[in-house]
């Protein structure tokens, strides 16, 4: 499955963005997504997680309910609602697919993610 990712870009901190996916080349819901970050000088990072079929979402305890992941199986995509956003949110934002149908919730971040999209810049100024 290829991914693409799109919707970052520059945003004042306290600012709201969503991140989109679009997954291609397989049947989308045969795929638990995840949004992983990564800033400069640091390791990647879970941020969030969702089932094949939109249950399951998990969102990584510190950003305390900031983000928000969705996805629409209909249109092969995968959403990051991203508000009250903080300056340490800066980072490159990916988006992984794993071929599961399991119901993925606190897991998430531990699955064996096999596809990736490109990365999209979240850059948060203060």
């Known amino acids: 499955v290829q991914l693409q990712a799109s919707g970052g870009g520059l945003v004042q901190a306290g600012g709201s963005l969503r991140l989109s996916c679009v997954a291609s080349?397989?049947?989308?819901?045969?795929?638990?997504m995840g949004w992983f970050r990564q800033a400069p000088g640091k390791e990647r990072e879970f941020v969030a997680g969702?089932?094949?079929?939109?249950?399951?979402?998990y969102t990584a305890d510190s950003l305390n309910g900031r983000f928000t992941i969705s996805r629409d199986n209909a249109k092969n995509t995968v959403y990051l609602r991203m508000n009250s956003l903080k300056t340490e949110d800066t980072a490159v934002y990916y988006c992984?697919?794993?071929?599961?149908?399991?119901?993925?919730?606190?897991?998430?971040?531990?699955?064996?993610?096999?596809?990736w999209g490109q990365g999209t810049q979240v850059t948060v100024s203060s």
């Open positions: 992984a697919a794993v071929a599961t149908k399991q119901a993925m919730g606190p897991i998430a971040p531990f699955y064996d993610y096999n596809y």
């Open positions: 080349g397989r049947t989308f819901s045969d795929y638990g």
């Open positions: 969702i089932s094949w079929s939109g249950g399951g979402a």
